[in-house]
């Protein structure tokens, strides 16, 4: 176990907000299920890979 291996594994990948008109980007883990918006305040980011596998 270290801690080089744990962040290579965890990455940040670019999220998009849902919400209309918002179109707030972020980084977020690709394992966050629940994405906080900084600009509109609600949980309503979602990973662009995400969004990509669901499409
Ligand atoms: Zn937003």
């Known amino acids: 176990m270290s801690n080089i291996s744990l962040a290579e594994r965890v990455q940040t990948s ?3 907000c849902m919400t209309a008109g918002c179109n707030n980007t972020a980084d977020m883990e690709p394992d966050q ?3 906080f918006c900084e600009a509109c305040g609600g949980k309503t980011i ?9 499409i």
């Open 14 to 16: 670019p999220a998009i």
């Open 33 to 35: 299920d629940q994405g």
């Open 46 to 54: 979602v990973s662009a890979l995400v969004l990509a596998g669901l």
